[in-house]
Nanobody
Framework: QLQLVESGGGLVQPGGSLTLSCAPT?????IAWFRQAPGKEREGVSC????????DFADSVKGRFTISRDHAKNTVFLQMTSLKPEDTAVYYC??????????????????WGQGTQVTVSS
């Protein structure tokens, strides 16, 4: 499997927006986003099924983040709005072992990107 690569991270003010990209994702497997803040455990943020027809969000980002995938571009996007300082973390995308989303258990994900830093600060 090809290595996943994240992009789109950066510095943004509170209330701002960023869109992260993850590629090449392939067509079949679910793709999830995780994040890890300094001193904290890695947590699942969002997941989209292989078909793109179902998705999941952590409670902490519901209503602020959306996830989508473009099969033609072989890319999954995480659109983040109304960003808060507590969203600051390294964001990772990961390819699931199945076509559907499962719990955010790391062992359910077979390939990981290197991560992209998101910093929300004024």
């Amino acid at each position: 499997q090809l290595q996943l690569v994240e992009s789109g991270g950066g510095l943004v003010q509170p209330g701002g927006s960023l869109t992260l990209s993850c590629a090449p994702t392939g067509w079949y497997y679910a793709i999830a986003w995780f994040r890890q803040a300094p001193g904290k455990e890695r947590e699942g943020v969002s997941c989209i099924s292989g078909s793109g027809g179902s998705w999941d969000f952590a409670d902490s980002v519901k209503g602020r983040f959306t996830i989508s995938r473009d099969h033609a571009k072989n890319t999954v996007f995480l659109q983040m709005t109304s960003l808060k300082p507590e969203d600051t973390a390294v964001y990772y995308c990961a390819r699931g072992a199945y076509g559907y989303c499962t719990d955010y258990e790391p062992h359910d994900y077979t390939s990981w990107g290197q991560g992209t830093q998101v910093t929300v600060s004024s």
